[in-house]
């Protein structure tokens, strides 16, 4: 009989310890979910290193500014753009003038010649980038940046151009776009008809670099070397 209660006791003693197991068992749990969504790898290169050549210029030639206007003009140059990315992203560009301070302000009197025939002359002062100082530290002039749709490229094939000037919020489609040389337009490329940035590996933009400068009567007789500088970056949209 003794050992009978002992052995009850024993089961009484585990079968409380298994109600209180069953009173703190968890009855929900916590699922975490993880990962990483990132940006495709892209690149931008520019032509020629990023060199824009006038090559040497006669002073003879910068001795007069056509009638009306105060700035003898340089011609246009190309230089072009590629954007690469190693799968399909939507990416634009801004440019920013790293010689602000030197630009001779442009207007209606003193204006870029257009750097397509079916372009405009760049008379506003937003769109004029630095050449540097000559050395009796007058500003030498100004240089303006023109992309032309029909030109550009993505993946290959034909594409359209936008521009947006509050960070990619909206977007405006254009036939020739102008760089604004504060680094306030992104440029990107849209599909044909749309206002949309397009997804692409490779974007390929041609632009045209119009530049003119002042007198000689204004720079002097002393040699005079292009200062221009400026900084491209890419723009995840």
């Given at each position: ?6 052995t009850?006791?024993t089961?009484g ?21 993880k ?7 892209c690149?931008i290169?520019?032509?020629n290193n990023?060199?824009?050549s006038?090559?040497?210029?006669a002073?003879?030639s910068?001795?007069?500014?056509p ?12 230089m072009?753009v590629t ?12 440019v920013?003038?790293n010689?602000a301070s030197s ?8 204006f870029?010649?257009p ?8 008379e506003?002062p937003?769109?004029?980038?630095g ?18 749709a029909?030109?550009?490229t ?10 947006s000037?509050d960070n ?10 102008h760089?604004l ?8 490329v849209?599909?044909?008809g ?10 390929v933009?041609p632009?045209k ?28 949209l």
């Amino acid at each position: 009989m003794t050992q009978f209660k002992k052995t009850l006791a024993t089961v009484g003693v585990c079968a409380a310890l298994f109600a209180a197991a069953q009173a703190n068992a968890a009855t929900s749990a916590i699922m975490s979910v993880k990962g990483n969504i990132v940006p495709a790898a892209c690149s931008i290169t520019l032509s020629n290193n990023g060199e824009v050549s006038f090559g040497t210029i006669a002073a003879s030639s910068i001795r007069n500014a056509p009638a009306g206007n105060t700035l003898a003009q340089l011609g246009t140059k190309d230089m072009t753009v590629t954007i690469s990315c190693e799968a399909s992203a939507a990416m634009g560009f801004n440019v920013t003038d790293n010689r602000a301070s030197s630009k001779v302000d442009l207007s209606s009197t003193s204006f870029i010649d257009p750097a397509f025939p079916d372009d405009y002359a760049t008379e506003t002062p937003n769109f004029g980038y630095g050449l540097g100082l000559a050395s009796n530290n007058a500003k030498i002039g100004a240089y303006g940046i023109a992309l032309k749709a029909a030109e550009a490229t993505v993946d290959g094939k034909a594409t359209g151009l936008a521009i947006s000037n509050d960070n990619g919020q909206t977007w405006l489609t254009a036939d020739i776009v102008h760089p604004l040389a504060h680094g306030q337009r992104i440029v990107t490329v849209t599909s044909a008809g749309t206002a949309v940035p397009q997804l692409f590996t490779e974007a390929v933009l041609p632009m045209k670099i119009n530049a003119a400068v002042q007198t000689s009567s204004v720079l002097g007789s002393d040699e005079i070397v292009l200062d221009g500088n400026a900084t491209v970056s890419l723009v995840y949209l």
